[in-house]
């Protein structure tokens, strides 16, 4: 079983910082990426950084510039950075991990979110 908690989020004012953490516990063994969505009221979940186990990193146009993703292997924890918020980083936060199963399937498994509300 594998289960994803993250933490981190809150209220901000426009132009303030946040991070947000996510620790993976479980059958971690074979994690091959994590990353962050986000869904905001009425919208689709969507991508907003990701890591791959080689630590290549993808983030979404829209925060390019702003936040950073990074990990700690050892402790399976992924963080997020993010600077310059705007009204429009707005949304639940969710933690992702795509881990390979015994029977070669990739899976997604997800935290259950934390809210990012930034004032403008």
């Known amino acids: 079983q594998v289960q994803l908690v993250e933490s981190g989020g809150g209220l901000v004012q426009a132009g303030g910082s946040l991070r947000l953490s996510c620790v993976v516990s479980?059958?971690?063994?074979?994690?091959?990426?994590m990353g962050w969505y986000r869904q905001a009221p009425g919208k689709q979940r969507e991508l907003v950084a990701e890591?791959?186990?080689?630590?290549?990193?993808n983030y979404a146009d829209s925060v390019k510039g702003r936040f950073t993703i990074s990990r700690d292997i050892a402790k399976n924890l992924v963080f997020l950075q993010m600077n310059s918020l705007k009204p429009e980083d707005t949304a639940n936060y969710y933690c992702?991990?795509?881990?390979?199963?015994?029977?070669?399937?990739?899976?997604?498994?997800w935290g259950q979110g934390t809210q990012v509300t930034v004032s403008s």
């Open positions: 992702n991990a795509k881990i390979l199963n015994i029977n070669s399937r990739m899976i997604n498994y």
């Open positions: 479980g059958s971690t063994f074979n994690i091959n990426a």
């Open positions: 890591i791959t186990r080689s630590g290549s990193t």
